[in-house]
Structure formats: C-alpha cells, structure tokens
T-cell receptor, first 109, second 117 residues
Framework: DAKTTQPPSMDCAEGRAANLPCNHS???????VYWYRQIHSQGPQYIIH???NNETNEMASLIITEDRKSSTLILPHATLRDTAVYYC??????????FGTGTSLTVIP | GAVVSQHPSRVICKSGTSVKIECRSL??????MFWYRQFPKQSLMLMAT?????????EQGVEKDKFLINHASLTLSTLTVTSAHPEDSSFYIC?????????????FGQGTRLTVV
C-alpha cells in the first residue's frame, strides 16, 4: 500500500521552479524516498531517490526533512515537457514499488 | 538510465483468447521484475512481483491463474492474460530492478495497451 500523500494537482509557470511536496510520516528507517513521473500513456520515468540526505542530479533536486516525514521534489526550471504525473514512493531496498495517486503537474506557458 | 523494453506496445484481441506481453531488460540483469496494471485516470496498481527462476508473488485480489507470469531468465519476463475479457482491457506496465546499489531504482517499460473486443 502507498504510504505517501501528495496534492492531486499543481500548476507551475514555465521557467520557474516547480516544488512538489510529499508527506510520508510513517516512513521506516530503512525506506528510501523515490520520485518517478509518468507522461501520458508512457511508462514511469525514474527521477531521483534518497534516504536522508538531500540529493541532486541532472533532472531534479530532492529535499528530505530532518525527521524524514516529508520531502520536496524540485524541478529548477520547469519546461512544458515536464507536464506529467509525479509519484512519490517510499520503499525499502528490494521491496515492491507501490504507487499512490501522485501529483498532476501542469507547466503553463 | 537502464533500458526496459516491452512488447507489444498495443494489442487488440478477441474475448476468450490469450495474450502474451514480453518485458526485457536490455542492458542489465533483472533479478526482480514487477507487473502493473493501470486503468484510465488511475494510478499504477501492482499485480505481481517475480524473481528470476522462482514463482511470482501476486498481490491480493489478482488471479494468478488468469495472469500467468514467467521469469525464466535474468533479461526476460512474460505476462500472459488468459481467456481475456473486455474488463481486462487496460495499460499493462512492467518494471525491472537489478542487484546492487547502482540499480536500487526500478526501470519501467513503455507499457502495453491491451484492448479486448
């Protein structure tokens, strides 16, 4: 079962940073936070994951609170191609990925 | 990232027939593969988890005799929808995860759109 809560939808202006929140208040010590996104009628695309430290890659940054009960995915300069459903998932290594309802992000020109 | 290829991308079949969907990991050894189903405007629902060389573990409510999963090699898993009916029409997605820290994440195929008529 999904252990995360995300807002159902968000808008972001093109070129601005998109900040997508996720609550995972029941996260266990060995569970990672993963972010995936799904563009319409495609398979989910991996974005980033982390355990407790903030992470950054070429796609996004992941900010995890000190108590690990919530996190924020940051797309630094949103483009129209970033319009997608974004899923936050908590998962222990080797376990299944359970998807919640995600956040539908719309990037507005 | 690693590549997972799913085939076919679309299939239409007649009610009562069986359909096989293939999922291949192209550039890594997939010790674990996951199969999902997604209905329109809904999230992905995990159907089953398969480890290479062993029987799949099905999620509660998923009929294992209807959705046959085979994971005979480290690069290939198949899902067969047996005696398909219109209510089985859905978007089926596989994902694969390999061993080791580098492959902590799972990579997803592009999905198969099944339409049963």
């Amino acid at each position: 079962d999904a252990k995360t809560t995300q807002p159902p939808s968000m808008d972001c202006a093109e070129g601005r940073a998109a900040n997508l929140p996720c609550n995972h208040s029941t996260i266990s010590g060995n569970e990672y936070v993963y972010w995936y996104r799904q563009i319409h009628s495609q398979g989910p695309q991996y974005i980033i994951h982390g355990l407790k430290n903030n992470e950054t890659n070429e796609m996004a940054s992941l900010i995890i609170t000190e108590d690990r009960k919530s996190s924020t995915l940051i797309l630094p300069h949103a483009t129209l191609r970033d319009t997608a459903v974004y899923y936050c998932i908590v998962r222990a290594a080797g376990n299944q990925f359970y998807f919640g309802t995600g956040t539908s992000l719309t990037v507005i020109p | 990232g690693a590549v997972v290829s799913q085939h076919p991308s679309r299939v239409i079949c007649k009610s009562g027939t069986s359909v096989k969907i293939e999922c291949r990991s192209l550039d890594f050894q997939a010790t674990t593969m996951f199969w999902y189903r997604q209905f329109p405007k809904q999230s992905l629902m995990l159907m089953a988890t398969s480890n290479e060389g062993s029987k799949a573990t099905y999620e509660q409510g998923v009929e294992k005799d209807k959705f046959l999963i085979n994971h005979a090699s480290l690069t290939l898993s198949t899902l067969t929808v047996t005696s398909a009916h219109p209510e089985d029409s859905s978007f089926y997605i596989c994902s694969a995860s390999g061993a080791g820290v580098v492959f902590a994440e799972a990579f997803f195929g592009q999905g198969t759109r099944l339409t049963v008529v």
